[in-house]
């Protein structure tokens, strides 16, 4: 009889520790690194989006710049 109730207190002890295993949150998982890697690119592709109408307009811009610097020092 002893036998079996050392045997119950010991299988109560690994579920016991099992649960706690798999309930213990510490520090993100994959799950929550994709989903936050999900929302930069997110976030980079919408401002991409919205920039690229004007980006012709700054390239030129920098270009004319940078030659007019150019031409000035000589």
């Known amino acids: 009889m002893k ?3 050392a045997l119950q207190n010991k299988v109560d ?3 016991a520790k099992a649960l ?3 309930t213990k949150k510490e520090g993100q998982n994959t ?3 994709v989903l936050m890697l999900v929302v930069v ?3 980079a ?3 991409g989006a ?3 109408g004007f980006m012709p307009e700054v390239y030129e811009n920098v270009k004319q710049k940078i ?3 150019i031409n000035s020092a000589n």
């Open 67 to 69: 030659l007019g610097g």
């Open 41 to 43: 690119v997110g976030i």
């Open 13 to 15: 002890m690994l579920k």
């Open 20 to 22: 706690g295993t798999l």
């Open 45 to 47: 592709l919408g401002v």
């Open 31 to 33: 799950v929550e690194y």
């Open 50 to 52: 919205a920039v690229k």
């Open 3 to 5: 036998y079996i109730v």
